[in-house]
């Protein structure tokens, strides 16, 4: 399949992606697509009533988030987006002579894609959860005894979940020095990124209602990078016994395009074996896993890009329909635009590694930047950039980016 | 002060209560406030010009939340309750002679009165944690070395908060038995009620900001009790390393009436010393605790009440405006309807306990309902009420109850 748009040969946004989000460009939000370096607005095209086939209500395209959009359902909005496709790759389509439609990529502001009700945060690599085990824990049982056995997750803050491109003020917070026996209030010495996916919930539940793993895909919507942004001396003080609180709250970074799942599907891969088995509500059959090429990029102020770590989402030891059959077994409701992160993605080896926690060996090993500076942590200026692409040679389908600046932190009043 | 209205002797809803909630008799939503037995619609009030005065979008008082009503703002707010007490309280008002403002409690189908989008609980109860400490970690050690340091608290799930009256299935979910390897998949065995007040923010923040102790109270809009629903059983096995997830949120009680903090005032107190000194962020002055009596009550199917908790909101260590900011000090936002739970409420004596975990000692020691029968957690059929009231000999503010029945598991597929 090929478009007459001119798409660079190294686009995420390819013919084959076609995901979803909402933009600007006077103030006035609407729900469009990117094609190579060109956004599509979907509210002008509804207007020529390209979708009368499909929609009835054309303001679904003229909201600030999708979620109204994806309660079309799965069947309406995969519609639109296979119409699109066919629109933007037949040479005589009517879009091609209606230049209103499209739009530079650089001159359209992009807003959090969706009204996020509910964010879950899980914990799904294991490599990430045996290196944090061994660091703090016991090295030689790393793994705590429930790990293999369920989906370990825990509830995040919504609120302070801001699309890529926003600056983020180093959290001030209270802490305990390890030289010290009293706690002290400030800024966060050790900040830290997470490497994260996280997928969209399309089609919600009532309270008591249980989601199966043969059924979640019907109601994941799609899925986007996640930046969980953790201060990890705030954490270790803090996380007894009720989990993070305040070492994650004070923002997440998201990537503005929501990749559909359906656009994935020719990335499916095997998951890693699961031993010991699962309990049979955790068993799943096919592939549910997805080979996702993630990496993390420091760039300091006025330096150039430094690719620190390069993963894959293919290395989930609990794949998404196994972590929302886990969420919603207990008859957990969930809602259109609800999120549920995967925890840090990191692979099995040194370059693999999904925060700097891990990278540094919790500071014990600094990295070097091109321009000779050394990071153990983020420092004021760094901007990290989360990327995401799956491409099998053919196709690509990729997630741009969640770009997140620090900037120092308020001064205490 | 006295009304027009023949308000019971032991009426919560007295003349100084006047909280706000939402309604509804015919499907059709609307803002309403108590008094005595009888529910005042306030959309029906607001229709006659009676808030002219006050108010220019009259839409705000037939939302199917509070939500826009209390982004009026507190000075607002608080003069339409204002209004509304003098007009109860006035012989010659026009309110008097309008009987279609006014429905009897029992024909009033009441409805969760916030669109919550984030919650929070904490753990600021010294003598409930102590309490868990001993029974689950070190009895020498029984507070972790954060707690007096910091109000301990974690994100809970707002999607699954029902309103008072809501039935609960038990939740299936994922448990190790002690004298098992395995984990095993069923109904919790050991579910238990936790007594909680909530209170409701009513004034946003942007991500980044921060708010103080000392104006906290502009932020908070009102309280209302909360039934932080637990299965003990699944939360042993799932707790660690992250706190607290699928044993919580399969359902939250609340009630249905939010008492505006300034109906509360007269019922300040002050609150436990705390020791050792907490930061300069978490200082406050002012009596910022409050003596609400609070009972649990369990109600066996085809049986009669059996209170057997009585605590108090006074006994609380860290207060609402420390807790709220803790929570902001890090740059979390807050927006309005965000539900901020106080975590189990025990007082230091046997009969003050606020949860069935410390009342019966994890199930070592049942009690004995009036029926004969015994109690180790909470059974099947049995409805869970809690109340609480505020009252100081002349003034009586209460906040009705919430109330929970207990339905069976539903059957695994």
């Known amino acids: ?107 359209v502001q992009m807003h959090l894609p969706v009204a996020i009700g509910d964010y879950t945060d899980f914990y799904s690599s294991i490599e990430h959860a045996t290196n944090v085990g061994k660091m703090f824990r016991d090295p030689e049982n790393a793994l705590l005894p429930n790990w293999r056995h369920l989906p370990v997750g825990y509830h995040g803050r919504a609120s302070s979940i801001v699309i890529s491109g926003t600056s983020i003020l180093r959290p001030n917070g209270q802490t305990k020095p390890a030289d010290s026996d009293q706690p002290v209030f400030g800024p966060s010495k050790r900040l830290d990124f997470e490497l994260e996916m996280g997928f969209i919930i399309g089609k919600k539940t009532n309270v008591g209602e249980t989601i199966s793993t043969s059924n979640a895909e019907d109601h994941i919507f799609g899925m986007v990078l996640f930046n969980d942004w953790s201060a990890r001396d705030i954490q270790t003080w803090e996380y007894v016994p009720l989990g993070p609180f305040l070492s994650k709250n004070f923002a997440s970074g998201m990537s503005p ?56 989402f293919k290395f989930m030891y609990w794949n998404i329909c196994q972590q929302l059959a886990h969420h919603t077994c207990n008859g957990c409701n969930v809602n259109i635009g609800d999120l549920m992160a995967s925890g840090t993605i990191s692979g099995p080896d040194r370059d693999s590694l999904g925060s700097m926690l891990e990278i540094t060996t919790a500071g014990k090993n600094p990295i070097t930047l091109h321009n000779g500076e050394m990071r153990s942590f983020i420092n004021d200026g760094d901007t990290v950039t989360l990327r995401g692409r799956a491409e099998n040679g053919k196709n690509r389908v990729g997630f741009g980016e969640v770009a997140n600046k620090i900037l120092p932190a308020s001064v205490q009043k």
């Open 1 to 107: 399949m090929n478009s007459w748009i001119d798409i660079p040969e190294q686009s995420d946004f390819s013919i084959y992606n076609i995901p979803f989000g909402i933009g600007s460009t006077d103030g006035s939000p609407f729900v469009c697509t990117r094609i190579g370096d060109q956004v599509l607005n979907l509210n002008r095209l509804a207007a020529t009533n390209f979708f009368s086939d499909l929609v009835d209500d054309l303001t679904v395209f003229q909201q600030s988030t999708l979620n109204a959009f994806i309660a079309l359902g799965k069947p309406i909005t995969n519609a639109i987006r296979i119409k699109i496709q066919h629109a933007l790759s037949d040479n005589h389509s009517t879009l091609k002579n209606n230049t209103d439609l499209f739009t530079p990529f650089q001159k």
């Open 257 to 312: 395009w929501v990749v559909v799942l359906e656009a994935l599907d020719p990335f499916r891969v095997e998951g890693p074996k699961q031993e010991p088995a699962v309990l049979p509500y955790l068993q799943y059959e096919g592939r549910r896993n997805y080979d996702i090429v993630l990496e993390v990029v420091i760039t300091p102020e006025n330096g150039s890009e430094n690719v620190i770590s390069k993963s894959n």
